[in-house]
């Protein structure tokens, strides 16, 4: 009798699995089979990148990824940085990088000392690659041959590595001799230990508003742009004080302070008489809306309304280089597809194409654009556990409702990180 209850419950424990495991299966790849449909309108609306055309109230162009491991991705940022500059006369460009680490990178494109491997500069080991070296180095090369009015800057608008801001605002002070009596680089000696402990930077706070107050007295552009750092120092201490086991507020935090750095940047350019900005990070910051977080593009879309367009990204399928989760903190390449049914149909584009959802009237890319379909997404996480999870790398939503247009690519390659910090 015992014999048979156990075989009973063996039997329906083995077949409960299985059936779990069809579940997750057709879970996982019926949205694919369904995403490989011809749409039958697309080719009347899908267009070469080259063929981005801007409104002329636009005032900033968001560019999205939406993964933060591909290099196509990367690629699209200098293909759109060239389009926009030849045919916008775009002379700004702004990147989800730390404040210093955009200051330091715009000295060197402003110099004349050129550097294969500059992508080292940056704290994120997602920028350094080969595709960052050119995006940059095309920057450098135009400005060696470019009028001084006629150059172009780089930016970041994070705030996530006060140390990069305090180097840049210690050379200021010394070159203009500002509170030299204090020893400025003895009080902020710390800053170079790779383990300094944000709470010594809060400690002086006082002294950095001291400085401020002494760059805010300047008329020069460097003086704005280190009133600027010292402000996203501060804020840095505000934002690692914070509980990061509450996501949404850590995230609502960052990015409305991303939003205030992106409004100051299009302001202090407007000032130089440069009107259009481009900004690049990953489609959730960029995005009108989130699902758990207000991001920083619905906070620029409060403070510049139609004049922010939005352009996401999305591909197919593609491979992914991304950080795992672990204490090994390695990177690993792992395969995703997004069963993005307007991305499957970057294969009547030789790959790639642009759709700006502002010029679909009606059709079936019209009832695309405004339901709720299957695209991809993925940050700097990874764990095994997600290749049964595809909620976990793909969201459901309205195109139109997160993006203003979007670049779709069918199948998007791994960066290849040079080095890893």
């Keep these: 009798m015992i014999k048979k209850i156990f075989k009973g419950i063996l039997i329906f424990l083995v077949s409960l699995i299985i059936l779990i495991g069809i579940g997750d299966f057709l879970w996982i790849n019926l949205p694919k089979l369904s995403a490989r449909k011809n749409i039958s309108d697309i080719e009347d609306y899908g267009k070469d990148l080259s063929q981005i055309n801007l409104d002329d109230n636009i005032k900033v162009v968001g560019l999205g990824e939406a993964t933060h491991g591909n290099s196509d991705f990367q690629d699209l940022r200098l293909e759109v940085l060239k389009t926009l500059v030849e045919k916008n006369n775009l002379k700004s460009f702004c990147l989800e990088a730390d404040f210093g680490e955009g200051m330091i990178i715009n000295n060197y494109i402003h110099g004349n000392k050129r550097a294969e491997n500059i992508s080292s500069v940056f704290s994120f080991n997602i920028y350094h690659t080969k595709n960052m070296n050119d995006l940059i180095n095309y920057m450098f090369d135009y400005n060696q041959r470019a009028k001084d009015e006629d150059k172009l800057s780089f930016y970041g608008f994070d705030m996530q590595n006060p140390e990069k801001s305090m180097e840049l605002i210690l050379d200021f002070c010394k070159n203009n001799n500002i509170l030299q009596d204090k020893d400025l680089q003895k009080e902020f000696s710390f800053i170079k230990d790779e383990n300094f402990k944000i709470s010594q930077i809060k400690e002086k706070e006082d002294l950095l508003l001291e400085i401020k107050a002494h760059a805010d007295a300047l008329s020069s552009n460097k003086a704005r742009e280190v009133s600027r750092a010292i402000e996203n120092v501060m804020d840095s201490v505000k934002y690692y004080e914070l509980d990061f086991n509450d996501y949404a507020k850590v995230n609502n935090v960052r990015d409305e302070l991303m939003a205030g750095n992106v409004k100051w940047i299009s302001d202090f350019e407007k000032s130089k008489g440069n009107n259009l900005l481009l900004i690049s990070g990953h489609n959730g910051h960029l995005a009108k ?86 695209m991809g997404s993925l940050g700097e996480g990874y764990s095994p556990l997600m290749k049964f999870m595809p909620r976990t790398y793909r969201i459901k939503e309205v195109p139109k409702d997160l993006y203003d247009a979007m670049i779709f690519v069918y199948y998007a390659k791994p960066i290849a990180v040079i080095y890893e910090d």
């Design 289 to 374: 809306s989130g699902i758990f977080y207000e991001p920083m593009g619905s906070h620029l879309k409060k403070i510049f309304g139609e004049k922010y367009f939005i352009i996401g990204t999305d591909f197919y399928k593609g491979i992914v280089n991304i950080n795992e989760v672990g204490p090994d903190n390695k990177r690993s390449n792992q395969a995703f597809v997004s069963a993005d049914p307007l991305a499957y149909s970057a294969l009547k584009f030789k790959g790639k194409y642009y759709l700006d959802f502002t010029k679909v009237k009606d059709g079936e890319t019209f009832e695309l654009i405004n339901k709720e379909i299957n």
